[in-house]
């Protein structure tokens, strides 16, 4: 496997692997489909390809019809358009019937890069995970990405799955790596504080976490993939050692896995939470790799909020 | 034979206006205007066109119905409970908290109904879904989706009928329950969506116009919509809202409201003497 792919690079694969088994997968797309990668499926698979057009809304409802006759319905567009744009039709059309239906949403973040504001969602996790019994995942790199594929299509219901453009390093290539939704996974163990992330910011945080080693702080770090149902359990127990928690995520600080760890902690074991990511702004133009130092959503970024969860522990 | 079987709907469809009516005195709230112009539609499609189980509600090779316009569904429960779905009773709780029948089409609840709609545009969409598996899955069943005029101003009415068309969905049948109200007013005074018959066969539909309170037209046109191969039908049906009872016909301010008991009975004695004219056993 190549060192860096981008989730959306391994969305498309794992759509052409599993579909030329599975025939009742069909792929969707709102001429996307080069972007979103669902153009791999379509190359292999083509009669079960649907370009639905520059139309996501009906797009969204055809899947939730097709759903009905025992298809699995993947619908591929930009976050942007697919949580933002289709918002009502995947809570009324999808989620109001829990439908079988998956939505794998590609270009979420700042890390879209020179497209810019418009077309960088910071926005879908918050708008997805308040919708009653949607599944919200956030796959931190291309191994994750896949399973997560594999794992939406064996589970019955509504879904939401979170792509990015940037090609990512691979971090979860190891023998014992198993993905289960809803089931977080300890990166790392650590005393002084613990670190939650999904999506991009997972190799961030391990990257901040032996920024800190040096300066003898010990840091845990959790793979939050699944936002919802979130593993409020594994991120609690480890609040419960280290006494102060920091989530950090390339999305609105209001919403999403911020907001929703926030949440957990607040209800069961309150210790200081700071919230790393986009602080209520709109995105920018520009190379992803410029943007992403903008923002800080890198290790540094994380290390500050770190330091500001210490400064709050009593 | 033949006239036997419209005298027979005519019967049915009045059956069906009574208990949406009866559902909407009962809640204290609903949607009464378009349930009654769409019954004679509902009718035609429930007593004489739809392949469906009613032992059997999620068989698969059934054909499909969705309300598009889903608040007219004290009509359509009316006439899945006289088709057997559930009981009769039910209708006396709609809309009634902790009752199964709900504001809008739940499908996860309620036996007969395919798709849970009401937010408009989107029960159409869906249909064009469920043809589009018919056609991948081989399947014979064909799928019907009643679409209110007003609700075809909607933006996404426009992506599925352009979907449906692209797809040549020809297992696709739109009714169009052109009642001509909407609650704001007259749809051509509100927002003028029409003509539909141009509109629609620019975008590649067959389309076949009736009179929607006409039995003979509106299963002749499911007929001829059948034998139309390569594209969609649309049936423009032109009704009359409130249809059946004389101080809600054509009035907008029915298109939302419930009867009072003095105009519930009033309503009821109408329906009812409309039926007994019919003749026949009743």
């Known amino acids: 496997m190549a060192d860096k792919i981008a989730t959306r690079e391994a969305y498309g694969n794992a759509l052409a692997e599993f579909g030329a088994t599975n025939e009742n997968i069909v792929v969707l797309d ?22 639905c057009g520059i139309a996501e809304n009906n797009m969204v409802s055809v899947a939730a019809g097709l759903s009905t006759c025992g298809k699995i319905p993947f619908v591929s567009t930009f976050a942007m358009f697919a949580a933002g744009r289709s918002f009502e039709q995947i809570r009324n059309s999808i989620g109001y019937p829990h439908l079988n239906v998956k939505i794998c949403a590609t270009h979420a973040g700042i890390s879209v890069g020179e497209d810019g504001a418009t077309h960088q969602c910071n926005e879908d996790i918050g708008l997805m995970r308040t919708i009653p019994g949607m599944v919200v995942i956030n796959p931190s790199d291309g191994v994750e990405a896949r399973e997560a594929v594999k794992a939406a299509i064996d589970y019955n219901g509504p879904v939401y799955i979170r792509f990015g453009r940037l090609a990512l390093p691979i971090i979860n290539d190891n023998d014992s790596y198993k993905f289960e939704i809803g089931k977080a996974i300890k990166m790392a163990d650590g005393k002084d504080v613990t670190i939650v ?22 840091a845990s770090v959790i793979n939050a993939h699944t936002v919802k149902p979130l593993d409020a359990k594994t991120i609690v127990d480890d609040a419960k050692i280290t006494g102060a928690v920091v989530v950090s995520e ?43 130092e903008y923002y800080e959503l890198n290790a540094k970024g994380i290390v500050d909020k770190v330091k500001k969860a210490l400064s709050l522990k009593k | 034979m033949e006239n036997e079987k419209i005298l027979e709907l005519k019967k049915i469809a009045t059956e069906i206006r009574l208990g949406a009516v009866e559902a909407v005195f009962n809640a204290k709230s609903g949607h009464p205007g378009g349930a009654l112009s769409s019954a004679d539609i509902l009718a035609c499609l429930y007593f004489n066109e739809l392949n469906v189980d009613v032992s059997n509600p999620k068989w698969e090779d059934r054909d499909r119905f969705v309300l598009s316009k889903g608040h007219s569904c004290p009509g359509l429960y009316s006439a899945l409970a006289l088709k057997g779905y559930f009981d009769k009773e039910e209708l006396k709780s709609f809309r009634h908290t902790g009752a199964l029948l709900q504001g809008h089409p739940d499908m996860k609840a ?38 209110g005029d007003g609700e075809s101003q909607e933006g996404q009415v426009w992506e599925a009928i352009m979907f449906a068309s692209h797809y040549k969905l020809d297992n696709l049948c739109m009714i169009i329950d052109n009642n001509g109200l909407q609650i704001d007013g007259r749809v051509s005074d509100v927002m003028n969506v029409m003509p539909y018959e141009s509109k629609l066969e620019a975008f590649g539909w067959n389309v076949i116009s009736i009179d929607g309170h006409n039995i003979a037209q509106i299963l002749d046109a499911f007929k001829k919509a059948k034998e139309v191969k390569g594209k969609p039908t649309a049936i423009v049906a032109k009704t009359i809202k409130g249809k059946g009872v004389s101080f809600m016909e054509d009035q907008a301010s029915w298109h939302g409201k419930a009867p009072n008991e003095e105009q519930y009975n009033i309503a009821v004695s109408e329906l009812t003497a409309y039926k007994n004219s019919l003749g026949g056993n009743n």
């Open chain 1, 30 to 51: 709102a001429d996307l489909a080069e972007a979103t990668k669902t153009c791999v499926f379509k190359k292999q698979i083509p009669e079960r390809f649907f370009d």
């Open chain 1, 197 to 218: 992330a999904n999506g991009m910011m997972v190799a961030e945080a391990l990257e901040a976490r032996k920024i800190l080693a040096e300066e003898g702080i010990s």
């Open chain 1, 250 to 292: 390339e999305h609105n600080i209001i919403g999403g896995l911020g907001s929703a760890v926030a949440e957990a902690i607040a209800e069961s074991y309150p210790v200081p939470v700071v919230r790393h990511g986009v602080n209520d702004v709109y995105g920018k133009s520009g190379p992803a790799k410029e943007l992403i």
């Open chain 2, 110 to 147: 309620i036996n007969g109904v395919d798709m849970s709609a009401g937010s408009l545009g989107q029960g159409f969409s869906c249909a064009c879904g469920m043809a589009l598996a018919g056609k991948l899955n081989n399947k014979s069943y064909r799928t019907y989706a009643l679409v």
